[in-house]
Nanobody, 114 residues
Framework: QVQLVESGGGLVQPGESLRLSCAVS????????MSWYRQAPGKQREWVAR???????MYVDSVKGRFTISRDNAQNTVYLQMNSLKPEDTGVYYC????????WGQGTQVTVSS
Protein backbone atom coordinates (compact mmCIF):
# COMPACT_ATOMS: atom_id res chain seq x y z
CA GLN A 1 0.00 0.00 0.00
CA VAL A 2 1.38 3.38 -1.01
CA GLN A 3 1.62 5.99 1.75
CA LEU A 4 2.94 9.53 1.78
CA VAL A 5 3.64 11.17 5.14
CA GLU A 6 4.63 14.82 5.36
CA SER A 7 6.43 16.39 8.32
CA GLY A 8 8.52 19.41 9.21
CA GLY A 9 5.95 22.17 9.25
CA GLY A 10 5.71 24.76 11.98
CA LEU A 11 5.46 28.40 12.96
CA VAL A 12 8.36 30.61 11.87
CA GLN A 13 9.05 34.30 11.46
CA PRO A 14 9.51 35.96 8.07
CA GLY A 15 12.98 35.34 6.70
CA GLU A 16 13.44 32.04 8.51
CA SER A 17 13.70 28.56 7.03
CA LEU A 18 11.96 25.20 7.22
CA ARG A 19 12.59 21.84 5.64
CA LEU A 20 9.59 19.68 4.82
CA SER A 21 9.86 15.93 4.37
CA CYS A 22 7.63 13.52 2.49
CA ALA A 23 8.36 9.94 3.46
CA VAL A 24 7.03 7.45 0.91
CA SER A 25 6.33 3.80 1.50
CA UNK A 26 5.11 1.17 -0.92
CA UNK A 27 6.67 2.70 -4.04
CA UNK A 28 10.03 4.11 -5.04
CA UNK A 29 10.28 7.88 -5.38
CA UNK A 30 12.70 7.34 -8.27
CA UNK A 31 9.99 5.78 -10.43
CA UNK A 32 7.60 8.75 -10.65
CA UNK A 33 7.58 12.53 -10.58
CA MET A 34 6.85 13.97 -7.14
CA SER A 35 5.44 17.40 -6.29
CA TRP A 36 4.75 19.73 -3.41
CA TYR A 37 1.53 21.72 -3.35
CA ARG A 38 0.19 24.18 -0.81
CA GLN A 39 -3.21 25.49 0.17
CA ALA A 40 -3.71 28.78 1.96
CA PRO A 41 -6.88 29.43 3.95
CA GLY A 42 -9.77 30.22 1.63
CA LYS A 43 -7.70 29.57 -1.50
CA GLN A 44 -7.32 26.75 -3.98
CA ARG A 45 -4.49 24.30 -3.69
CA GLU A 46 -1.55 25.44 -5.82
CA TRP A 47 1.46 23.63 -7.20
CA VAL A 48 4.78 24.72 -5.69
CA ALA A 49 7.56 22.44 -6.93
CA ARG A 50 8.13 19.21 -8.82
CA UNK A 51 11.01 16.79 -9.19
CA UNK A 52 11.04 14.49 -12.18
CA UNK A 53 12.14 10.86 -12.26
CA UNK A 54 15.54 11.96 -13.52
CA UNK A 55 15.86 14.46 -10.68
CA UNK A 56 15.14 17.66 -12.60
CA UNK A 57 13.42 20.30 -10.43
CA MET A 58 10.73 22.82 -11.42
CA TYR A 59 9.23 25.64 -9.37
CA VAL A 60 6.40 28.10 -9.41
CA ASP A 61 7.78 31.59 -10.02
CA SER A 62 6.89 32.84 -6.53
CA VAL A 63 9.33 30.43 -4.84
CA LYS A 64 12.19 30.34 -7.35
CA GLY A 65 15.48 31.13 -5.65
CA ARG A 66 14.03 30.46 -2.19
CA PHE A 67 12.77 26.86 -2.25
CA THR A 68 14.64 23.73 -3.24
CA ILE A 69 13.06 20.35 -3.92
CA SER A 70 15.26 17.30 -3.56
CA ARG A 71 15.11 13.55 -3.13
CA ASP A 72 16.92 10.98 -1.01
CA ASN A 73 16.63 7.71 -2.88
CA ALA A 74 17.97 5.62 0.00
CA GLN A 75 15.45 7.10 2.42
CA ASN A 76 12.70 7.13 -0.24
CA THR A 77 11.93 10.67 0.86
CA VAL A 78 11.31 13.93 -0.95
CA TYR A 79 12.24 17.23 0.68
CA LEU A 80 11.30 20.86 0.28
CA GLN A 81 13.87 23.26 1.70
CA MET A 82 12.21 26.62 2.19
CA ASN A 83 14.38 29.67 2.84
CA SER A 84 13.54 33.36 3.21
CA LEU A 85 9.99 32.49 4.11
CA LYS A 86 7.28 35.10 3.66
CA PRO A 87 3.82 35.41 5.21
CA GLU A 88 2.31 34.53 1.83
CA ASP A 89 4.01 31.12 2.05
CA THR A 90 1.60 30.22 4.86
CA GLY A 91 -0.59 27.20 4.21
CA VAL A 92 -0.91 23.45 4.41
CA TYR A 93 1.78 21.78 2.32
CA TYR A 94 1.01 18.51 0.59
CA CYS A 95 3.18 15.97 -1.14
CA UNK A 96 1.86 14.35 -4.33
CA UNK A 97 2.96 11.28 -6.23
CA UNK A 98 2.25 11.54 -9.97
CA UNK A 99 1.02 8.00 -10.40
CA UNK A 100 -1.85 6.95 -12.71
CA UNK A 101 -4.01 7.34 -9.61
CA UNK A 102 -2.35 10.33 -7.92
CA UNK A 103 -1.48 9.87 -4.28
CA TRP A 104 -1.46 12.62 -1.65
CA GLY A 105 -0.19 12.91 1.87
CA GLN A 106 -2.18 14.34 4.76
CA GLY A 107 -0.38 17.68 4.73
CA THR A 108 1.75 19.67 7.14
CA GLN A 109 0.98 23.20 8.33
CA VAL A 110 3.42 26.01 7.65
CA THR A 111 2.74 29.38 9.27
CA VAL A 112 4.95 32.39 8.61
CA SER A 113 4.13 35.23 10.95
CA SER A 114 5.83 37.83 13.09
Amino acid sequence: QVQLVESGGGLVQPGESLRLSCAVSGFSVTMLDMSWYRQAPGKQREWVARISRDGSPMYVDSVKGRFTISRDNAQNTVYLQMNSLKPEDTGVYYCKMHSSLPRWGQGTQVTVSS
